[in-house]
């Protein structure tokens, strides 16, 4: 069984408070708000012998902070889901022991405000975990 984006978010919402959790679309009339996203992971592997003989895959998310009209505060927030993952290692989500989680951009990616004036940052890690 794979690791999905409500297993992620529900590990990520006992990490980070937040109001209003969402998967795959968020509701931009909150103003303070979290996606989750499924993006594109790392080149698979194939182990000899065949998947089977596998040890580990991955799920790589976007998080996506929508966080209010202080450019400051929305940092902030980013900056707090960004502590929250990276250099995490041997822990445990819906059932699936996690390897480690892989970083990949340095810091929260600042993407600008929305119509509505609210700033958005996004967060991109891989997870990876034992088959």
Known sequence: MMLTLAQARDWLKTQVDCPNWFIGRIDAAKEQCIGIYGRPGPPAKLAIGGPENGSYDT???CVLVHWGKN???AEQKAQEV???LVGRSNFTIGGRRIISVGM???EPV???ADEK???????DATFFYEK
């Open 104 to 106: 990949r951009t340095s």
């Open 59 to 61: 799920k790589t998310i």
């Open 71 to 73: 450019a400051d505060l």
């Open 82 to 84: 960004y502590v929250a």
């Open 117 to 123: 004036g609210v700033y958005e940052f996004t967060v």
């Open 110 to 112: 600042p993407v600008g």
